[in-house]
Nanobody
Framework: QVQLVESGGGSVQGGGSLRLSCAVF??????????MGWFRQAPGKEREGVAA???????TYADSAKGRFTISKDNAKNTLYLQMNSLKPEDTAMYYC?????????????????WGQGTQVTVSS
């Protein structure tokens, strides 16, 4: 089926920037018909949606991400991106990308059927 592989995580200081990538392998129809989302989960907290983008390119952001994070995708490369600027220690979490074949562009994790393994983001003071 479809495989999602995240990369770009790492350790940065507060105020820094990081760009996450999610490469999507498999069926082309899944890529072109799905909403894609970024989620994160910090220790002791539930998984939360950060940003989502529909197949047409319409975006949705969590309040905590709006103005700092930008979700985008490159259709030619079948790759999803999350540009994170002005990072704060509160952004420290495991970040996951996911695909929703029903193209609902939601921030709830239950809407998504396909998930990557995650990439760790650590922001120090």
């Amino acid at each position: 089926q479809v495989q999602l592989v995240e990369s770009g995580g790492g350790s940065v200081q507060g105020g820094g920037s990081l760009r996450l990538s999610c490469a999507v392998f498999g069926y082309t129809w899944i890529w072109y018909s799905s909403s894609m989302g970024w989620f994160r989960q910090a220790p002791g907290k539930e998984r939360e949606g950060v940003a989502a983008i529909s197949s047409a390119g319409t975006t949705t952001y969590a309040d905590s991400a709006k103005g700092r994070f930008t979700i985008s995708k490159d259709n030619a490369k079948n790759t999803l991106y999350l540009q994170m600027n002005s990072l704060k220690p509160e952004d420290t979490a495991m970040y996951y990308c996911a695909a929703d074949p029903r193209n609902r562009r939601l921030l709830g994790s239950l809407a998504y059927d396909h998930w990557g393994q995650g990439t760790q983001v650590t922001v120090s003071s």
